[in-house]
């Protein structure tokens, strides 16, 4: 088969398409936590590689613009004081001994959205992607690059969430079933046990003869 074939085969499609995967994976990680480190805080302490490298591939993706605005080169400088502020938290919770939580933690939401939402499950899932996706488009209007980059930032934020959705939800109905099978085994268990015991109880009993004549 020549090379001119060869890009459709199965073997190469399957190839580019574990790339295409792993690289739209890796897009979507660092778009969202461009703008995780500006609507949330209490990070993980592994998360906090994941801002930092948020803040270099928009420093890089945006070096690439040739006409960079006001409002790009102010986003990157808040971003890379907010970075800096959640490394000094993290540093700060060591310290003082202060409880961490998950070390993959992508941070908690603002205190502000508990006067108006009940879980900040909905806040992560669904405001906080609204949130960015609106103040895309209207930052479009002066600034094309950082508006295009605030609506991607918001549709990975819309699809990671929903990723982890799906993973927790996956997660509780296997533990769940666990709990189940280990509860049948449990049961089952006590009555090999109980057959067990009653068995031994059984061959230490003692026989006495018959009529009352001992051999």
């Known amino acids: 088969m020549s090379d001119a074939f060869e890009f459709f085969t199965i073997a190469a499609q399957r190839r580019y398409l574990r790339l295409a995967l792993f690289l739209g994976k890796w897009l979507m990680r660092l778009l969202s936590a461009s703008v995780e480190a500006c609507l949330r805080s209490n ?28 409002l790009t080169n102010l986003f990157l ?3 890379l004081v907010r970075i800096i502020s959640h490394f000094i938290q993290v540093f700060h919770r060591r310290r003082h001994s202060i409880a961490e939580p998950h070390s993959l933690s992508t941070g908690d939401s603002w205190n502000f959205w508990q006067r108006f939402v009940s ?7 669904y405001i906080e992607p609204g949130l960015c996706l609106v103040i895309g488009l209207f930052v479009s209007m002066l600034d094309p690059f950082l508006g295009f980059w605030l609506k991607a930032s918001a549709v990975a934020l819309f ?7 799906m993973k927790i939800t996956h997660r509780i109905i296997e533990a769940n079933d666990a709990k189940i099978a280990a509860q049948g085994l449990n049961i089952g268990l006590k009555q090999y046990q109980q057959g067990q015991s009653q068995g031994v109880q059984k061959s230490q009993r003692a026989h006495f003869p018959r009529n009352g004549q001992h051999p």
């Open 43 to 70: 990070f993980g302490r592994r998360y906090m590689a994941m801002l930092l490298g948020a803040f270099f591939f928009f420093l890089i993706c945006s070096g690439l613009n040739p006409s960079p605005t006001f």
């Open 77 to 79: 400088l808040g971003l």
């Open 119 to 125: 879980t900040e499950t909905t806040v992560k899932r």
């Open 159 to 165: 699809i990671k969430e929903q990723i982890s959705r």
